[in-house]
């Protein structure tokens, strides 16, 4: 079965750069037909997707979000990265990896807690 871990920083200063990885076990990332996605939950608030990156390579993004969001891969290391830009301050929220098919999510990583304070 597919395992998810997210990790990174879980402070960044606000208008800063938030860089985090997710270590994909069980599976290829480039395997299947599956899209690679990240997701984020506020405290109290819904699950955002914020974008993805499939199997093949292709990015697809939120469009609020497209403008400072970007997502790789590491195919070596079997790792989807999310880097995110000008970050706003105050802007604390949970962040997910998970695994996108077309019947919805399958699999989902712990997700790990970033806040965006100076």
């Known amino acids: 079965q597919v395992q998810l871990q997210e990790s990174g920083p879980g402070l960044v200063k606000p208008s800063q750069t938030l860089s985090l990885t997710c270590t994909v076990s069980?599976?290829?990332?480039?395997?299947?037909?599956?899209?690679w996605s990240w997701v984020r939950q506020p405290p109290g608030e819904g699950l955002e997707w914020i974008g993805a990156?499939?199997?093949?390579?292709?990015?697809y993004y939120t469009p609020s979000l497209k403008s400072r969001t970007s997502i790789s891969r590491d195919t070596f290391k079997n790792q989807i990265s999310l880097r995110m830009t000008s970050m706003p301050p105050g802007a604390a929220a949970v962040y997910y990896c998970?695994?996108?098919?077309?019947?919805?999510?399958?699999?989902w990583g712990a997700g790990t807690q970033v806040v965006v304070d100076s």
């Open positions: 998970a695994v996108l098919t077309q019947a919805g999510f399958s699999s």
């Open positions: 069980g599976g290829s990332i480039t395997g299947n037909y599956y899209y």
């Open positions: 990156i499939a199997y093949q390579g292709s990015n």
